[in-house]
């Protein structure tokens, strides 16, 4: 079993920042590919950001490319930031983690691709 926590979210306006951050544990010498997806009100869940293991690999969905970053912790690979810069009303949403230890190597953008997930942190950004 995985377990992914998630931490950063908040409240912020237009144009500011915000870096979430996502720690994987629980299975012993696993590694993971891993990503961001988020759910506003009323839309379906939407992949964000993906970064393979060894970080050579990461997808962007359009809207956020130039303003979001994926990186991980090289400390820790274990941990994976989502660092959000020129944030707009629209990327108000709950954001969760993902881990997928079965391709370590890719970077998946479909939520299939993912076998376990954070309980979410919202993200709200006011006009």
């Known amino acids: 079993q995985v377990q992914l926590v998630e931490s950063g979210g908040g409240l912020v306006q237009a144009g500011g920042s915000l870096r979430l951050s996502c720690t994987a544990s629980?299975?012993?010498?696993?590694?993971?590919?891993m990503a961001w997806f988020r759910q506003a009100p009323g839309k379906e869940r939407e992949f964000v950001a993906a970064?393979?293991?060894?970080?050579?690999?990461?997808?962007y969905v359009d809207s956020v490319k130039g303003r979001f970053s994926i990186s991980r912790n090289d400390a820790n690979m274990n941990t994976v930031y989502l660092q959000m810069n020129s944030l707009k009303p629209e990327d108000t949403a709950v954001y969760y983690c993902?881990?997928?230890?079965?391709?370590?190597?890719?970077?998946?953008?479909?939520?299939?691709?993912?076998?376990?997930w954070g309980q979410g942190t919202q993200v709200t950004v006011s006009s």
């Open positions: 629980g299975r012993t010498a696993s590694i993971y590919s």
């Open positions: 970064i393979n293991w060894g970080g050579g690999h990461i997808h």
């Open positions: 993902a881990a997928d230890p079965d391709s370590p190597w890719s970077a998946g953008v479909a939520g299939s691709d993912y076998g376990y």
